[in-house]
C-alpha cells in the first residue's frame, strides 16, 4: 500500500485546510484509515480515523468539533478537513492505512497502522 498525502501550507489562525491523502495498491475500501501529526520534538499523535467497516469515525479531543476525516472509496482518497485552526494544530500531518478493522484502543494509536504517507506539512501562524 502506497500513500500520497498532500493539502498542507501556511495558513492563519482560524483558517481552514483541506489534507488529501490518496491510497495505491488496494481498493480504500478495503482499509482503515488515519491521521496523525507531529511537532517538533513531540511524539506522533492521533488526529482522526475511520475504520474499513465504516462505522462512524474516531477523533481525538483536540480535533472534535473542527476537523472532519472522510473517505471517498471511489476516488481512494480519505480527506481531513481542519477548521478554525490554532497555532498548536502545526505539525506535520501522516496519513495512515491498515488492512485490518483496528478496534477502539488502537486505531487510535500509531501501532495500528502498518502504512504510512510521506507527511505534509502545516503551518498555523498566529
Known amino acids: 500500500v502506497q500513500l500520497q498525502a498532500s493539502g498542507g501550507g501556511l495558513v492563519q489562525t482560524g483558517g481552514s485546510l483541506t489534507l488529501s491523502c490518496v491510497a495505491s495498491?488496494?481498493?480504500?475500501?478495503?482499509?482503515?484509515m488515519g491521521w496523525f501529526r507531529q511537532a517538533p520534538g513531540k511524539e506522533r499523535e492521533f488526529v482522526a480515523g475511520t475504520r474499513r467497516s465504516g462505522d462512524s469515525p474516531f477523533y481525538a479531543n483536540s480535533a472534535k468539533g473542527r476537523f472532519t476525516i472522510s473517505r471517498d472509496n471511489a476516488k481512494d482518497t480519505v480527506t481531513l478537513r481542519m477548521n478554525s485552526l490554532k497555532p498548536e494544530d502545526s505539525a506535520v500531518y501522516y496519513c495512515?492505512?491498515?488492512?485490518?478493522?483496528?478496534?477502539?484502543?488502537?486505531?487510535?494509536?500509531?501501532?495500528?497502522?502498518?502504512?504510512w504517507g510521506q507527511g505534509t506539512q502545516v503551518t498555523v501562524s498566529s
Open positions: 495512515a492505512a491498515d488492512m485490518s478493522n483496528p478496534i477502539a484502543s488502537l486505531i487510535t494509536t500509531p501501532a495500528g497502522f502498518r502504512y
Open positions: 495498491g488496494r481498493t480504500l475500501r478495503t482499509l482503515s
